[in-house]
């Protein structure tokens, strides 16, 4: 499979606990993004990386919300003291160009 | 007011019909757009791009209107399986896309 993948598929934590959730874009693809999608709501953009350069994180949600793309390969996303209103899929897009790909997401579950 | 608006729905269609979504944006300087197709529990996945030219893919046509800030999607001979939720989408500086909250489509027998 040659998609955008996503690990783990789903995450039941408790309240307080840190998460970190990765994302493997398609392999010729130097853009990266992450989205929040709640019930009920389209995806909502938190940061984007061009190879290992986050060039847009303003839109990540709080600051116990970081993202890194060390090697500009393969991508985290962490959440520090999770919150019950975390709980949300974590979907991870990559692009080439303009058209972006997205993985089958993380569903996060905060108890 | 939200980026990007779409009636939420549902629209429910016997098979064969032909339904209509309409979506508006707020962003005058945006820039590309997309109609994308998300299954329950699935990631969204492009369906078409948008041009004001309007496009047409088999049964789906999607148009553009800039000056309304105005994008549509048609879909003919509705079937079964188009059931989903149709989320329309803007690009505004070739990074983020804003999603709509999609409008779901469930197709009847």
């Known amino acids: 499979d040659t998609g955008v993948s996503q690990n783990p598929r789903h995450k039941i934590t408790k309240r307080g606990q840190n998460v970190t959730f990765r994302c493997d874009p398609i392999?010729?693809?130097?853009?990266l993004y992450w989205y929040r999608q709640t019930l009920g709501q389209g995806p909502e953009f938190l940061t984007y990386f061009q190879n290992e350069a986050q060039l847009e994180k303003s839109r990540l949600l709080s600051d116990r919300f970081s993202a890194e793309r060390p090697k500009g390969s393969f991508s985290t996303l962490e959440i520090q003291r999770t919150e019950q209103g975390d709980s949300a899929m974590y979907l991870c897009?990559?692009?080439?160009?303009?058209?972006?790909?997205f993985g089958p997401g993380t569903r996060l579950l905060v108890l | 007011r939200k980026e990007v608006e779409q009636d939420p729905g549902p629209f429910n269609v016997p098979e064969g019909a032909t339904v209509a979504f309409n979506c508006t944006y707020s962003n005058s300087a945006s820039q590309s757009f997309f109609w994308y197709r998300q299954d329950c529990r699935k990631e969204p996945k492009l369906l078409m791009s948008v041009y004001s030219s309007g496009n047409e893919d088999g049964r789906f046509t999607a148009q553009l209107n800039r000056a309304s800030q105005y994008i549509s999607l048609l879909i003919r001979d509705s079937k079964l399986s188009d059931s989903a939720t149709y989320l329309c989408v803007v690009n505004q500086a070739g990074t983020a896309l804003i999603f709509g909250k999609g409008t779901t489509l469930s197709v009847s027998s």
């Open positions: 392999s010729e693809h130097n853009r």
């Open positions: 897009a990559s692009s080439a160009q303009e058209t972006q790909y």
